[in-house]
């Protein structure tokens, strides 16, 4: 049987999600104690060692729900082993670090080194157990595609195959200038799904009879939203006398937030130029012995209200890479790369200078990653409220870092620029440098622009 409700099903399935990697958890802990002290009952009379394990456990979880591993969309395995991973390792630092400073016991050292070991090992395993579950279960719910007649339906072809892993999916096209066409498309086809994922390309006036007919069949829908709506998720509720009101306010940060956030920058900023600065030694090193010529390679980019500044990044191409090409954007297995550049751009570590104009104020560890004037000015005639990225600094990192890649379409990565500058906190600050460090160890994500997979076949699947 098929679940009708997906996010039901999600639900569910994040329950046992939590469930099984806290006995995962809870199981590493007893092994751990069982092979240092050789006495599985001291947990009963050591509340240190029962205190250790629990702090464990607890910041485990925690870090699990801020890279989303309980998110309503399962993430793939890939990041999954990197997620894995990383939490057991900023977990164990956690408990090493209280340990260190208020304990001093040096077999609780060890517990934490062990509990990591163990918890990875089972945390990997069952998660991969539950991968082939999802890749190979019979009963996916079923997801319908909608977006408008149009000769590219690269994009839709794209994000179909991209869930194929969590749900049924398939995708149509429907001419949405006939309203007899939309009208026997929806009583055809929204009854065989379970849920409907509506393109930024239907019109508002067809989306609103799409929105309709799925509520009224009990369908879930997904929605890619416009540029506008993005103005509805953060809007405050008014009232004209008894007219429900939504009011929303211009997108730019308090003085009270902008005083904290750059605090942030420039306390994070110190602690990561002292931390950085033998790394940052070494890669300058590697750069002048496989590549002679400049070590950093600096750049006009645009900060907040279009303000020009130099960046600072690791010299990642040949010398003089644009001045056959002039101003373009990285290409996948792009030859200006040097083969220390390539390893430099998979790992971020590139970025590393720019902790210098986080210092300096021209920066802000997050935020819109910084364009140049070239691309800025395109981007503004051909990108609906793109200039609404630059009422906050560029930043060092940003949601549309840890949410896409490189090659992500500057129309998404607007999205999520604007999305998080709408919903902005200190705490949304620290969540996405958590993610940027997941995002450093996934290759996908540093991928430049393929223009080959722009060349994709347009006949029917069907």
């Known amino acids: 049987m098929r679940f009708n409700n997906l996010s039901q099903r999600s639900s569910d399935n994040n329950l046992i999600s939590l469930f099984a990697d806290i006995a995962a958890l809870l199981l590493s802990f007893l092994l ?3 092979i240092i002290f050789r006495n599985p009952q001291i947990w009963a009379t050591d509340w240190l060692v029962v205190g250790t394990g629990v702090l464990y456990c607890v910041s485990a979880i925690f870090l699990f729900h801020v890279f989303e591993m309980y998110s309503s969309i399962a993430i793939g395995f890939k990041s999954a082993k990197v997620t894995i991973c990383l939490t057991m390792v900023y977990a164990t630092l956690l408990c090493v670090f209280i340990n260190l400073f208020f304990v001093r016991r040096p077999d609780l050292y060890l517990l934490s080194a062990c509990e990591g070991a163990f918890s990875v090992f089972l ?9 082939l579950y999802f890749i190979h279960r019979k009963n996916k719910s079923k997801i319908l595609m909608v977006e ?3 000769e590219d339906n690269s994009r ?3 994000l179909k195959y991209s869930c194929l892993d969590i749900y049924d999916a398939w995708y149509e096209q429907v001419d949405v200038n006939d309203m007899d066409a939309v009208k026997k498309f929806m009583e055809e086809q929204f009854p065989k799904y379970d849920g409907i994922c509506l393109m930024e390309s239907i019109p508002i006036h067809v989306k609103d009879l799409f929105i309709k007919e799925s509520l009224r069949l009990g369908k879930e829908f997904f929605i890619i939203p416009a540029m506008y709506e993005l103005n509805f998720t953060k809007v405050m509720l008014a009232f004209f006398d008894d007219v429900m009101v939504f009011h929303i306010i211009p997108h730019h940060l308090s003085a009270i937030q902008i005083f904290f956030k750059r605090a942030f920058d420039l306390l994070f900023s110190s602690i990561g130029l002292i931390v950085a600065a033998i790394p940052m030694a070494f890669i300058a090193l590697a750069i002048k012995i496989f590549d002679p010529g400049p070590v950093f390679y600096k750049q006009i980019r645009l900060t907040k ?7 600072f990044k690791f010299r990642t191409m040949v010398v003089n890479a644009e001045q056959m090409t002039g101003p373009t954007f990285a290409q996948k297995n792009d030859p200006r790369i040097t083969k220390l550049g390539r390893f430099l751009r998979a790992s971020r570590l590139d970025e590393l200078p720019q902790l210098l104009n986080v210092f300096l104020g021209d920066m802000s560890f997050v935020g819109p990653r910084p364009e140049r004037p070239f691309f800025v000015e395109q981007f503004i005639k051909d990108v609906e409220y793109y200039d609404q990225r630059f009422t906050v600094k560029a930043g060092l990192t940003s949601l549309s870092h840890v949410c896409g890649r ?3 379409a500057i129309e998404d990565r607007t999205l999520y620029d604007l999305l998080y500058i709408i919903n902005f906190s200190l705490l949304m ?11 450093i160890f ?4 540093a991928e430049g622009v393929d223009y080959q997979e722009k060349r994709v076949n347009h006949q029917s699947e069907k």
């Open 123 to 131: 945390l990997l395993l069952w998660r991969y157990f539950q991968h």
């Open 305 to 311: 209200d279009m303000k020009k500044f130099n960046i």
């Open 148 to 150: 408008q007649m149009k």
């Open 156 to 158: 839709v072809r794209r």
């Open 442 to 445: 996934l290759k996908e994500a």
């Open 32 to 34: 751990s104690v069982m």
């Open 429 to 439: 600050d620290l969540k996405i440098i958590l993610l940027t460090t997941r995002t």
């Open 406 to 408: 490189y090659s992500t």
